[in-house]
């Protein structure tokens, strides 16, 4: 039976918006987590739990010239990796760890070197940072030297910085069992918000409160994807375009009662896609937001982008898992890697992470080389 609404933890509290058929109740203008906590809360980080103002409107985004830092880095990485520091690789292709440094104490040498290492290796985790306890001012700016902030058009924030996205949950047996009620499993692949004509690049999540074990984030390297495919079908994709849709997200968040702040827009991107900094290609369509391809009937469509969905969510030989730990903050490529939560604990503890969302170029691709050209000398 479905717990009653005083029984519920506060992250499934649907503010009504009538009390009765009868009674027309005004709907608050901020839903504030804090507040449904009952004013005092567990949260490790309260000044990061989430509020929805139903009154922000945004304006539809406007291009901006994106200047990635990746291209001026010394690939010595003597400022991100002093001596001290320590670096290793959780699978060949994808992932890495380091210990040993202070991110909030970069130098915009240590912060190219940063935009570069996390192009190379798609995901890194930084262990022991203090991120989570600069003032958030001090961590937006930090992340706005790698791109404009992206607002994001329907997740909850800390009230005044709406640059912030938070990922907010707590996983009680009865809610992770309503969860699987209507899905086989949690994973659920995609790469952030690249409805957007400019989607993100290097983006930065970090760890306000996890659970003991579990609700890890598993990364996906999209340029092995892409490098895995034959010849045949790598330069049939070349040239073809994908649609990736924000209206199912948006019409999802106005079904739960939540905020859009930003009307919805859906956007063509290339399936492959060339890194401006290391020149890879990757194959670029994700289950989240990517729906057909251009100029294939719809049978067709649903066929090609079926198998290069399944083939990146089966290719475990390019995927890395990252575990989250108090103070890790895991910066990715979104341009190169798509990502999904593990949503597999059942003890109520809370899962709060806040990212921050560098946008990046205009997506665009470059002519389809082939192996023999390729080998050349
Ligand atoms: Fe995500």
Avoid: C
């Avoid at 717990?3 to 839903?31: L, N």
């Avoid at 375009?241 to 106005?254: D, P």
């Avoid at 290069?308 to 490529?333: E, K, M, N, S």
């Amino acid at each position: 039976m479905a717990p009653s609404i005083a029984e519920a933890p506060a992250s499934q509290i649907i503010v009504p918006v009538k009390a009765d058929p009868g009674s027309i109740q005004e709907k608050p203008r901020v839903r504030r987590i804090i507040d449904e906590e009952g004013g005092k809360t567990t949260a490790s980080y309260p000044n990061y739990l989430p509020t929805w103002d139903y009154a922000e409107k945004y304006p539809p985004l406007e291009l901006f010239n994106h200047v990635d830092h990746g291209k001026d880095a010394d690939p010595s990485f003597k400022h991100l990796l002093p001596e001290g520091s320590k670096i290793q690789k959780l699978t060949p292709t994808i992932g890495s760890e380091v210990t040993g440094i202070q991110l909030s104490k970069l130098n915009p040498a240590g912060k190219d070197q940063l935009a570069l290492l996390v192009a190379q290796r798609k995901v890194v985790a930084f262990r022991d940072q203090d991120f989570a306890d600069l003032p958030i001012q001090e961590a937006l700016d930090f992340g706005g030297y790698f791109g404009r902030h992206h607002i994001h058009p329907t997740s909850g924030s800390p009230e005044g910085y709406p640059e912030i996205h938070l990922v907010h949950r707590n996983n009680n047996a009865w809610e992770f069992d309503q969860y699987l009620a209507e899905k086989n499993s949690s994973v659920s692949w995609h790469s952030d918000v690249t409805y957007e004509k400019q989607p993100p690049g290097t983006t930065f999540l970090y760890l306000l409160d996890g659970p003991e074990v579990g609700g890890d984030t598993v990364f996906v390297d999209q340029v092995e994807a892409y490098n895995r495919l034959s010849p045949a079908i790598k330069e049939r994709l070349h040239g073809l375009k994908a649609i990736h849709s924000g209206f199912e997200q948006a019409e999802n968040s106005r079904n739960r009662d939540g905020v859009v702040r930003r009307e919805p827009v859906q956007n063509e991107h290339p399936i492959v896609r060339t890194h401006p900094v290391t020149g890879e290609k990757a194959l670029y369509v994700n289950a989240g937001f990517t729906r057909s391809i251009v100029g294939l009937k719809k049978e067709e469509s649903d066929a090609l982008l079926g198998f290069l969905l399944a083939h990146v969510g089966r290719g475990i030989d390019y995927q890395a898992r990252i575990r989250w730990a108090p103070g890790t903050v895991v910066v990715w490529d979104n341009r190169v890697t798509a990502h999904s939560a593990i949503i597999d604990w059942t003890t109520g503890e809370r899962r709060h992470l806040a990212r921050i969302t560098p946008q990046a170029e205009q997506p665009y691709e470059t002519p389809y080389i082939s192996e023999e050209a390729l080998s050349q000398p």
